[in-house]
């Protein structure tokens, strides 16, 4: 009885630390209709960002020695360890997993194709961090982060994909400089937005700032979603309309 009882919490916990990443998932790619991605794409995408988790680890292992060369300042420990750390490793990771794999890939036709290839492998990140904090610290720790930790995974994921979207149709157009600008946005506004999301959330003293800052940036998350959505087109838009120009 206790044996089946152990099996049935650790499927209650699973469950509890995969729905919210996964329903978002397929909330995201449900919008995705003019040309739904590629299954074994977004899985490669998925599952790359779970295997990113691993040298994010080690790599985070070294961030937090160094944010501990300053404990007897806490505002600089606090900056390196939950705001530098977090944001630009992880993002970091994301990034490299979509840039790597989408960026030749001939799927990679449409603009919306850049948000849920970057919701996806954020995603991914934070499925595995999910059960990992699930289960050491229970069901209580999965319902915070379902409303809250799981969501801001997925807008990060969002304005890193809005600038890598921008960012190909640069390329496309041949236009060098703004694709390696909106490149490093991608990276960037993702990375910015994380460490100031675990920077306010692990500052007690700016708990009203923490909330107040998540439902701004999720809100504007999500309505980029629907406006990417709305106005996905081919990225190859600029030529089509340059030879159509020319054969008229």
Not at 48 to 69: C, K, N, Q, R, T
Not at 77 to 101: D, L, N, S, W
Not at 152 to 174: N, S, T
Request: with cysteine.
């Amino acid at each position: 009885m206790a044996y089946t009882s152990s099996i049935l919490y650790i499927i209650v916990l699973l469950a509890a630390a995969l729905i919210p990443p996964l329903y978002l998932l397929q909330r995201v790619k449900a919008m995705d209709r003019i040309e739904p991605e590629p299954p074994a794409l977004l899985k490669k995408l998925y599952l790359y960002g779970i295997v990113g988790a691993v040298p994010v680890i080690f790599l985070e292992y070294l961030g937090d020695s160094i944010a501990d060369m300053f404990q007897s300042d806490p505002l600089i420990y606090m900056f390196i360890a939950y705001f530098c750390v977090p944001g630009f490793i992880e993002e970091g990771m994301k990034y490299f997993v979509v840039k790597k794999t989408t960026w030749k890939n001939p799927a990679f036709n449409y603009t919306y194709d850049a948000i849920v290839y970057s919701v996806f492998a954020s995603l991914g990140f934070a499925s595995i961090e999910n059960i990992m904090y699930v289960f050491n610290y229970g069901l209580g720790t999965a319902i915070v982060r379902a409303f809250l930790s799981i969501p801001a995974h997925c807008c990060f994921g969002v304005y890193m994909g809005q600038q890598y979207a921008k960012a190909k149709e640069a390329e496309m157009k041949g236009e060098d400089a703004k694709r390696k600008t909106y490149l490093r946005r991608a990276y960037l506004y993702a990375a910015v937005l994380h460490g100031t999301y675990d920077f306010l959330a692990m500052s007690q003293n700016l708990q009203i700032a923490f909330y107040v800052f998540f439902i701004i940036f999720a809100y504007f998350g999500f309505m980029e979603v629907k406006k990417a959505s709305a106005s996905d087109h081919p990225i190859d838009t600029y030529i089509h309309q340059s030879e159509d120009t020319f054969v008229l």
